[in-house]
Nanobody, 128 residues
Framework: QVQLVESGGGLVQAGGSLRLSCAPS????????MGWFRQAPGKEREFVTA????????YYADSVKGRFTISRDNSKNTVDLQMNSLKPEDTAVYYC?????????????????????WGQGTQVTVSS
């Protein structure tokens, strides 16, 4: 069974940094787009960032642009999320996801419906 395993979450002070990693198991996802979403208590799941299958194109929510960086290493089948200048409002459970379609079959990277496989999530807490 395909699984996504996120790691790297934790507690950090405002202004600090964390690096999240996502490692799919069971198969390779080098031909699929990957995304990160987050969900804070009492709020809906929201788009954070995504990267195309080749890594050529990246997409960011306005709230994280300039602070977060997504990257992928298809040879290792991993996707990372570097989070800098963290703010208390970044506190949430962060989820890694794999797109439903391969290659250029993704149109709206920010929509959860474009993703078919989700990880269990990793908690990120930013203290003020």
């Amino acid at each position: 069974q395909v699984q996504l395993v996120e790691s790297g979450g934790g507690l950090v002070q405002a202004g600090g940094s964390l690096r999240l990693s996502c490692a799919p198991s069971g198969r390779t996802f080098s031909t699929y787009a990957m995304g990160w979403f987050r969900q804070a208590p009492g709020k809906e799941r929201e788009f954070v960032t995504a990267i195309s299958w080749s890594g050529t194109n990246t997409y960011y929510a306005d709230s994280v642009k300039g602070r977060f960086t997504i990257s992928r290493d298809n040879s290792k089948n991993t996707v990372d999320l570097q989070m800098n200048s963290l703010k208390p409002e970044d506190t949430a459970v962060y989820y890694c996801a794999v797109s439903r379609n391969q290659y250029y079959g993704v149109t709206y990277y920010h929509r959860p419906s474009e993703y078919a496989v989700w990880g269990q999530g990793t908690q990120v807490t930013v203290s003020s």
